[in-house]
């Protein structure tokens, strides 16, 4: 293809957006709000992810020492642990701070109650093991269990469970809806970008009985494609950037939502950017060719 | 040039617009082509072109066989012919000058060339005022005028026109023929389908008469008139 | 039954297509509307059922002045008027029957006079034969009958037809202007544009000759040509 | 409009939607799909706000009798209580059910050291109290405080205002992704058929140039964007009828996700149907004359 023809299908395909008007804002718009709704929900999973995540990192394994064992035996039990596989952190809790946290965890109301036990401590003092990840929580502690001078080992059985079966839900869940949702927007948009080259057959018609090459029809609707998808994809990106800084900064700040610890926006909002932008093109290009191919037959 | 033998189109409703044409048109030749409404003229044209490929029989253009014709070189057959369409086929969206100036894009050829053969046919047509305009902003006859604008534009070897004088005043008319004699002039093979019986019978040239989808009649100096 | 009175019309585009007009169309009368493309029929024409609204002056029809036509109104206007169009028009989703069909429906009229009469009018544009086709599987000038079938089919008042036979066969034609001679005979009139120098002056009636956007002849019984 | 004319229109839409092939494809398949994720998110939102409610209603405000007070003096303080505004329910809890309570919600580990308690129960005999509305749990409260024989009251104040925030937030957040999903929905979709009837501008045109009234055309146009809008409602009824129905047996008798409370069947999946419905046709209906008012004007 020669320069000049390239540069001539460039400005063709720009001068079509401007002619077709109407339809081109309904392409335009219909990439517009599918982005939106796949970007805020790709923002969502990946939040909900993350902080299932940082859920998952709390799962600790409480070693309980026998009562009966020394300060030489403590030591000993640590080294131990620390020489496990996949040991990420060891902390000791000495009897007395924990029944500290504990008094602390019951409430004011009761605690009145069991500063009584202050003198004879019925506890045992503590390791609190991290593994390196969540799930081998599970492997770390059996390993441990076959060390001497444990009273008791406690990992949460019950919840480490039940949490991994929760967000593994959860991530399929939201892989499932993500691309769902993306096939959905790309249907759409294809939908609408088919039917206003639908309303050009006339002219490809036309462009073929004047001895147009198939390749040269296609490139105009290539390039128009690309430019309906690429600007679809500017006020998702943008809004994307601005909403989720916002929300971010919010969030922080505010004393009541504390509990929401939302990702970091470096790593995500340009991320999910260049998806948006990526599918926009995609869909774009893809909806006028699959159209424009309908009609270059004959 | 062009040379057709045992030629049939049946179209998917049953109709047989064409059964057993053969015929040869020579290089130069201006050919008019006459028959009742129906009679298969539009259909024998389409083929010329390939918009419609007949069922049986062979087309030879410029010794090309059209049905061993592969699909990607179809548009360089359709370079080599101008064709003045019965219903115009006007881009709605393009100014008149784009519109004519279409033909030579698909062409690849340089800017300036596209735009002096452009104004060129123009002024052979008498439009050059109304180039920015819109189709739907021309009269029925000055759109005509802009369909055989561009079917001449890239100067084909060959020019087929459907009915070329139909919405045209009598003037015109015969000031477009005037055009058309002179391209044949230069070497253009013309093929015109009409029902203009005051121009066949005055501009004497062959004359192949339809009717029904046949050949009736082929005269080498011919008059308006197929029942005979 | 029409009646313009310094009627002007410039396109949005600047062009006058129609400057200063003043006509008188009887009941009952048959005229011909001739001039060059370009000349303003087609606007002149457009404007008796308000598809085109004049800038200024005033359009009776039927003694109904359509400047003061309510918008609501215009359907009924137009149901007494039968329109040829010079680009037919027909709907390529229906079939010719149902095309022709669709102007009886819009006035609400019974299932079996609607059949009836759509039939009636398809044998008189010899087409009978084709009532299920879709407009596309026909010839021009088959399609230019339709168009003449579906203009008749409410049987109007006025008859306005934009070059009826620009697509037709000589033979085809002279058939299609019995037609409108028989119904101008029976009271309706008949307006039509035209090029055929033949028929004008063949059955000789009102012509009226166009120029430029003005009328600049009007003969009762006429020839055609309009430069004197 | 006379009879045979109705019928006319009626049978003109159905006509239509086959004789536009393709285009009727795009505009079905677009409510198809949207209406799927509306309803999805419908029931998303509201099994959330329904969980959310039966947290809620387990806010409960405790009444720590004095230790002084007898039997009479706590019989007094039940009826004054009961004579509160908006108090739905109160429960007499003895001080040792109070504490078997406490015992078994500290856990098997720490049960035993409290055992020794039981000896000298420290705790009040208590009233639970129960709001008719969990917001107007405060008021009453506030009432009830101001009776004789009260030790303590305790209605977990900042429990309850967290909570409320976050419901508050969710159903917030909910409402407004369902609305903003309705009108994404509704947009796409009365653009896709909008496209579809731009395509037919020539026929308007010329239907109104033989003479129909404005009314005339419209109501095929109307009765074809009203089956398109309803047809293109049944899958995503059926789909979310069988799907949620799946999904409330399964959860239902599934071990694991017990803590999971799903919104019985019956009153959510047929709202949630009718709903969808009614869209469908909206969309359809407003959709199709939207665009047909366009080409009315001349
Ligand atoms: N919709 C339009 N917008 C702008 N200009 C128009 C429009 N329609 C016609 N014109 C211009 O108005 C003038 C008169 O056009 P009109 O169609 O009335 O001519 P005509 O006499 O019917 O010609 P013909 O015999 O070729 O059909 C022409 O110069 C044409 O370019
Ligand atoms: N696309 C089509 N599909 C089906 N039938 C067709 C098609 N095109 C034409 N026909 C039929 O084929 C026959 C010949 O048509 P054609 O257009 O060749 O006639 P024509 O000689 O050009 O007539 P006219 O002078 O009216 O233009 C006609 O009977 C017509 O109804
Ligand atoms: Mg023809
Ligand atoms: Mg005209």
Redesign the interface.
Known sequence: MKGRTFTRHVKEGFKNIGRNGWMSFASISAVTVMLLVVGVFLLLIANINYMMTEVEEDVEIRVYMDLTADEEDQVELGDNIASVDHVESITYLHRDDGLDEFIDSVGEENAELFESLRDENPLNDVYIVEAEEPHLTETVAADIAQFSHIDDLDYGESVVEQLFAFTNVMRIAGAVLVLGLMFTAMFLISNTIKLTIINRRDEIQIMKLVGATNGFIRWPFFMEGLMLGVIGSIIPIAAIITGYTYLYETVREGTMLSFINLMPIQSIVYEVSIVLFIIGAIVGVWGSLNSVRKFLKV | MIEMQNVEKT?R?G?KAVGGIDVFIGKGEFVYI??????G??TFIKMM?R?EVPDKGVIYINKTNLAELKR?HV?????NIG?V???F???P?LSVFENIA??L????E??EVIKRQVMEVLDLVKLKNKAR?LPQ??????Q??ISIA?AMVHRPAVLIA??PT????????WDIMSVLEEINQRGTTVVMAT?N??IVNTIQRRVIAMENGRIVRDDSRGY?GYEG
């Open positions: 179209y409703n109709v006459v028959g009742p409404s129906g009679a003229k539009s072109y918009e990607r548009p360089y057959l359709r370079r064709v369409f019965q219903d086929k006007l881009l969206r279409f033909a894009e698909v062409t690849e340089k800017r305009f902003e021309l009269s029925g006859g000055e005509q005028r561009r459907d009915e139909g919405n045209l005043d009598p003037d015109t008319a029902h019986r005051h308006y």
